[in-house]
């Protein structure tokens, strides 16, 4: 959590350079609660990023919360799904079937795991690989999609949807008793 006083001096820092933008003082609590969160690092190259764009407007909590996010999978190189496919073709010639395969991601091997698993890749035929393919490039990206927007959620909200997801488990399992006894 970033120290309240480090964020004052960065909220600071975007009115100095959107000298127009005059924001109510619950703005910045707002922003606190949006972006309190990230490392204060990450904000700050977020928000220099954000400014370097000489873009007239202000950024919203959200689009600073997005830039900081974004900058990290810039570095960190995040393989697209074609890539990753490219790892699955790579790992049948050096691995094949007699090998469970080690990848680099574990999306690769989720992905792999929801369209049949790695011997039924193995063993396909080679015209089901252009299949095969297209259903792991759904299948890694919605998986990709799911970690990200993970990774982006607030804690608060992230607690929760946690705990809401607790309650319907007991709800759920409350109805199944009720319906056992009958």
């Known amino acids: 959590m970033i120290d309240p006083k480090d964020f004052g001096v960065i909220m600071g820092f975007l009115e100095a350079a ?3 933008w005059q924001p109510h003082p619950a703005t910045h ?3 606190y609660q949006t ?4 490392p204060l690092a990450q904000l700050k190259a977020a928000v220099q990023s ?3 764009q000489d873009t007239p407007w202000p950024p919203s909590a959200g689009q600073l919360r997005n830039a900081a996010f974004d900058l990290v999978e810039v570095v960190e190189n995040k393989l697209d799904a074609n ?3 490219g790892e699955v073709v790579r790992k049948i010639g050096t691995d094949g079937h007699v090998r469970i395969p080690q990848f680099s991601d ?4 989720a992905a792999v795991k929801a369209i049949g698993g790695w011997r039924y890749i193995c063993f396909s035929p080679e015209d089901a690989m252009v299949s095969n393919r297209a259903r792991f490039v759904t299948a ?3 998986l990709v999609r799911r970690a990200r927007d993970n990774e982006r959620m607030l804690p608060q909200v992230r607690d929760v949807m946690k705990r809401l997801a607790t309650e319907k488990r007991m709800q759920l ?4 008793r009720e319906i056992e006894t009958v």
């Open 35 to 38: 972006l309190g969160d990230l």
């Open 50 to 52: 954000y400014i370097a």
């Open 18 to 20: 959107f000298p127009r």
């Open 29 to 31: 609590e707002v922003y």
């Open 83 to 85: 890539v990753a496919w």
């Open 106 to 109: 574990p999306n690769i091997d």
């Open 140 to 142: 890694y990206e919605v």
């Open 173 to 176: 399992g409350d109805g199944k």
